[in-house]
């Protein structure tokens, strides 16, 4: 049996304008990464993609400070149906930058950070947003998906419901529903839905949070029997919601 196979083709993030038949990157990082890292050289192509759009682009010359793309089609960039923010708690150590790795990767809509019971932590957004976007950013360009989620300032765990009053709130948890009766619930059938996953942090939700998610009507929803991680259950929740509404 035959096998085909496929060049491997590198994405990057630029911040310019898509405007012109040819773009020009004169910034010394990314000519690094191009020439240096990646070892383009003329006629190598690679996907370039901004906010809004991506194309697939030739390096026909470069000097030393400045590359030389020609422009392919210009797309715009997909917007994932449904919605799906993923609700996390601003867990310690790599555990954030990992979760937010993951569920770009997969294909969400936003990140909402959240301030919970068991996670007291200082956690300036202003100085962390930046890098978290580069996170962001680097998920992106390995998973080629050219749609990159918001990364929203934390909010209350108790002001949940008051900021997404229309979506459907989903949890993880050990003795949730099992994915059989999630596929067969109405609401993960209409794609029209935007959903909110919440995953806990690593000492689970409290009492009281507990008691807002019953009040909030979340559904509960059991992603393995075996206790996970905070950052492994944020990947496996939205990419569970992902599969089950994409292929229906």
């Avoid at 191009?34 to 390096?59: D, W």
């Avoid at 050990?174 to 959903?195: P, R």
């Avoid at 689970?204 to 393995?224: G, M, R, V």
Wanted: net charge neutral; charged share 20%.
């Amino acid at each position: 049996m035959s096998r085909s196979h496929t060049t491997h083709q590198f994405a990057l993030f630029i911040e310019q304008p898509f405007i012109d038949n040819t773009i020009v990157i004169n910034d010394p990082v990314l000519y690094h990464r191009i020439i240096r890292v990646l070892k383009c050289t003329v006629g190598s192509t690679i996907q370039l993609f901004n906010n809004q759009y991506h194309t697939q682009a030739e390096l026909f010359t470069y000097s030393k400070k400045e590359c030389f793309f020609r422009v392919g089609t210009i797309v715009q960039n997909p917007i994932f149906k449904p919605q799906i923010t993923l609700g996390l708690p601003l867990l310690k150590g790599n555990d954030l930058e990992e979760a937010i790795s993951f569920a770009t990767q997969i294909g969400v809509s936003a990140i909402q950070l959240l301030q919970t019971e068991y996670v007291q932590r200082p956690f300036k957004f202003a100085n962390e947003e930046k890098r978290l976007i580069r996170i962001v950013i680097a998920a992106t360009e390995q998973s080629k998906r050219f749609a990159m989620p918001i990364i929203k300032e934390p909010i209350p765990f108790a002001s949940i419901k008051n900021v997404y009053q229309k979506d459907v709130i989903l949890f993880g948890t050990q003795d949730g529903m099992h994915i059989t009766t999630l596929l067969n619930q109405s609401y993960i059938k209409d794609i029209t839905n935007s959903f909110l996953f919440i995953v806990g942090p690593e000492a689970d939700f409290s009492d009281n949070e507990y008691t807002l998610l019953k009040e909030w009507h979340a559904q509960p929803i059991c992603l393995s029997p075996a206790v996970l991680r905070s950052c492994t259950a944020a990947g496996m929740g939205v990419g569970l919601l992902r599969a089950l509404t994409s292929c229906l």
